[in-house]
């Protein structure tokens, strides 16, 4: 039996990773914090470590002690109104663990890192219109520049065999950001920012993780994937494919346009700061949101792993919002 280290384990793809990887006869360590809410991590048969990423000498000493077979680092932070905190989590972590690993001479066979799309940026900065491995990055976001510093970081090391996932935005039960606009066009307001329609890419939480333990346990190394259902959506047609899923027939439709949404993200976050909390609606997001296109080649994922998403974005959102209703987030 194959021992595997999850990172951010209790998080919400990280619990579906956990499960998944049980399911699959892998010997599961869970590294949490102490502060961490296990209520999605209930099985026996994890193993929970707590791990300072910190500390790369309590590192070295807990995978001494384990050597694992496999490590997905899926912990990571995604928002903050630090710049530094995000460089500090998503990259000086990842390094801090690479770095013990090596120190440590306790390698393991595949070392995969859950990056984001994010560390690439919009596809309207490629030539094509099309995310691709060839293209060049071009960041909109903090939290997309400290992804990309870890993947570049993690490249360089040519003692790790590495696999990196980028997957576009990821929904599914458990799930609090998108389940906003799920939760706004239930009373009755659909918002689309701009009076473009943004070109959208999703990949529901259970493909996600079968593509991230497939590849794990796939025997290719240094390679690199943007995951996302295969499908292109306007904001449009996502909002429309809520409703439905609400089971919503009307809904007010309000178009606000960019140097509003800007203007009132600055609002957000600067009284975010006075209040202590940061705020969904932030100038991180409203970069985001002034993006033409999230469109990402996924090609290599159907070559190397015949990856077929079992979800399209109605079905996932439907049961997506079927559980959100069972657990009283919708009313």
Not at 62 to 79: C, M, Q, S, V, Y
């Amino acid at each position: 039996m194959q021992k595997i280290l999850i990172t951010g384990a209790s998080g919400f793809v990280g619990g579906f990773l956990v499960n998944d990887a049980i399911n699959r006869g892998l010997e599961v360590y869970a590294a949490v914090r102490k502060s961490s809410n296990l209520q999605n991590l209930k099985d026996d048969r994890i193993n929970f470590i707590f791990i300072d990423f910190e500390d790369k000498e309590s590192l070295k000493e807990i995978f001494f002690k384990n050597n694992f077979d496999l490590i997905i680092h899926n912990a990571g932070l995604t928002k903050t109104p630090i710049k530094e905190q995000y460089f500090n989590v998503n990259a000086t972590y990842l390094e801090n663990m690479v770095e013990a690993l090596i120190e440590s001479n306790t390698i393991p066979s595949k070392f995969t890192f859950i990056s984001s799309l994010a560390a690439y940026g919009p596809a309207e900065y490629t030539t094509n219109g099309l995310l691709t491995e060839d293209s060049e990055p071009h960041p909109v976001t903090n939290y997309g520049r400290s992804k990309l510093q870890a993947e570049r970081y993690l490249k360089s090391k040519s003692e790790i065999n590495y696999t990196i996932i980028r997957p576009t935005a990821v929904y599914g039960p458990r799930e609090k950001d998108l389940f906003k606009v799920y939760d706004l066009i239930n009373k009755g307001i659909e918002l689309t920012v701009g009076f473009t329609d943004q070109k959208l890419t999703f990949i529901y939480v259970k493909d996600l993780v079968r593509v991230i333990l497939d590849s794990t346990l796939d025997s290719r190394k240094n390679v690199a994937y943007f995951v996302s259902d295969l499908e292109i959506y306007s904001s449009t047609l996502y909002n429309e494919l809520i409703r439905k899923a609400l089971g919503r027939k009307r809904s007010f439709k309000l178009r606000l346009p960019i140097p509003l949404v800007k203007i009132l993200g600055f609002i957000a976050e600067k009284a975010g700061k006075l209040t202590g909390s940061y705020p969904a609606l932030n100038i991180e997001k409203v970069n985001e949101l002034e993006a033409k296109s999230w469109n990402c080649d996924s090609k290599n994922l159907i070559e190397d792993l015949n990856f077929k998403p079992t979800y399209k974005l109605s079905d996932g959102l439907e049961e997506s919002i079927a559980w959100y209703r069972k657990h009283n987030w919708l009313k």
